[in-house]
């Protein structure tokens, strides 16, 4: 499928929902909902996709397609086991994937980042989502999509992803900007977290970019001219190198595509987030505005 490129519309990042119309009948295009939800909204994510959904698409479970054996909520998946489940979903090589949620901008930018993090960039995200579609009164549908395997081959890029030894080392040195996903008052620390036995505040040195800055009333991403106003009104040094954080690597995800739109590569996501940091009482916490 050879992708048309537009001032908005990017493949590999961020399409319209103008080009997913336009493109809903290309047989190499896979669409997947990615909703999820956080835990205590009462809302199914697999029974919502059952009932409505973009024509073609498949689920893709944040909670099931993430590594088993971490005690840490939606880890990474291991490259088998992503394997395994996309071929199982009859996503593969040569295909088109673009990612969309019931949010509009949340969980997707996650599963574009796994996605990135296995070495496939023929990826994007719907900008505005399933909100968006519907509000334009486009088609949905309640019917499960044929499936067909597809050989799907992956390459970890290791380089998308950090772990709390290496998150606390940058911390320590400050020459990489972390940059948190989370409201402005997790981050301070005057607002409780929502997961019990955390601690509030933020890591030492971060900055503080809450996701839902980054985007328009219909949850559409704003210019890239006005992202890197926000980046730097917040402080962030975009010449450096990056590490996103959230809550639980959901929305720093958010904040990753962002960077990506930017055309700035040298980024990566802490994937354990506040939920890893928050809970050990040797790491040092911050509260307040941070960025110091």
């Not at 071929?87 to 997707?108: E, K, L, N, T, W």
Request: aromatic share 8%; net charge negative; proline share 7%.
């Amino acid at each position: 499928m050879a992708p048309d490129i537009s001032k908005s519309d990017d493949p590999r990042t961020l399409v319209s929902t103008d080009w997913l119309a336009r493109h809903l009948k290309d047989p190499d295009l896979r669409i997947l909902d990615a909703s999820w939800f956080m835990p205590g909204m009462a809302r199914d994510a697999r029974a919502e996709y059952e009932a409505t959904h973009i024509p073609g698409a498949r689920f893709f479970d944040i909670e099931d397609i993430s590594d088993a054996r971490s005690e840490l909520p939606h880890m990474a998946p291991t490259v088998e086991k992503f394997m395994s489940r996309m071929r199982a979903m009859g996503v593969g090589d040569g295909h088109q994937v673009v990612i969309y949620d019931s949010a509009g901008m949340f969980s997707a930018a996650r599963v574009w980042w796994t996605f990135r993090l296995m070495g496939k960039t023929d990826v994007a995200v719907l900008d505005g989502g399933l909100p968006k579609w519907l509000a334009e009164g486009r088609e949905v549908e309640d019917m499960p999509p044929v499936i067909r395997d597809r050989h799907m081959t992956v390459q970890r890029q290791a380089h998308l992803v950090r772990d709390v030894t290496q998150v606390s080392a940058a911390a320590k040195l400050r020459d990489t900007e972390i940059i948190d996903a989370r409201a402005p008052g997790r981050f301070t620390g005057d607002e409780p977290e929502p997961r019990e036995g955390m601690r509030s505040g933020h890591i030492p040195g971060s900055k503080n970019v809450y996701y839902r800055t980054l985007l328009n009333d219909d949850s559409t991403m704003k210019s890239p001219d006005a992202l890197r106003a926000l980046f730097e009104a917040a402080g962030v040094d975009l010449s450096k190198p990056a590490i996103t954080t959230c809550g639980s690597g959901v929305t720093a995800a958010v904040l990753s595509l962002a960077l990506e739109r930017l055309g700035k590569s040298d980024h990566s996501l802490y994937d354990g987030s506040w939920t890893e940091w928050g809970q050990f009482p040797t790491l040092p916490v911050e509260t307040g505005p941070g960025g110091a």
